[in-house]
């Protein structure tokens, strides 16, 4: 489940079809004495996907809760899943992704359609 | 780790102390064949929360990828940590979520705050 590759790091083939934005949610496993490591990892690979078409915004969550499964989470929403599917292909995407610093921080990235919401989006 | 309870409804302890907004990234264990009733339980249970002070916003997702360990989570944004556990105890709160018809959708509550964010919050 937790896997390491390029296609590990793309939330996997979607039922259905979204037809407006989506939301990946993306967990990362990160010991704490390693959070300095894995915000660098994280903003220079960020740079990459906040370039490409189609990307509205990203928020990255770090945990506050004693025990935390994932302790780092990034919610990010696309404008199609078309565009998040090309930001997540390619040889560009594959380099940044493969880096071997990565390797420590295994991920989990689910895509999502927004089903309710309240309140300043 | 899904625990139940309305003790197991609400994020654990937290570390460091958190000044500004929190935000309360809920998972849920759901099978898709019963979205439907999930979703009628989350909308009155959620009516409690929104009308909580501190209560900022929530999002809630939808996967769709066809491989999900949790299948719905909730995105919710609190003023302050201790609005978002003011809301998370006394009689109304655990008489909501202590409801026999959450024992199926087992969650995942993490406390979380904004480490870094781009594009519309």
Redesign the interface.
């Known amino acids: 489940?937790l896997d390491i590759t390029a296609e590990g790091r793309t939330?996997?083939?979607?039922?259905?079809r979204?037809t407006g934005s989506?939301?990946l949610?993306n967990s990362f496993v990160v010991p704490p004495e390693r959070d300095e490591a894995f915000?660098e990892m994280?903003?220079s690979t960020?740079r990459y996907f906040?370039a490409q078409p189609g990307?509205?915004?990203?928020?990255?969550?770090?945990?506050?809760?004693?025990?935390?499964?994932?302790r780092?989470?990034n919610?990010a929403?696309w404008e199609t899943?078309a565009d998040y599917r090309a930001a997540h292909s390619g040889e560009e995407f594959r380099a940044l992704v493969t880096h071997p610093a990565w390797h420590e921080f295994p991920s989990?990235p689910?895509?999502?359609?927004?089903?309710?919401?309240?309140?300043?989006?």
């Open positions: 489940m939330a996997s083939a979607t039922v259905g979204p989506v939301t949610i915000q994280w903003d960020s906040m990307f509205v915004s990203l928020r990255l969550h770090r945990a506050v809760s004693a025990e935390a499964p994932y780092w989470v919610v929403v899943e989990q689910v895509l999502f359609e927004v089903a309710a919401q309240a309140g300043p989006a």
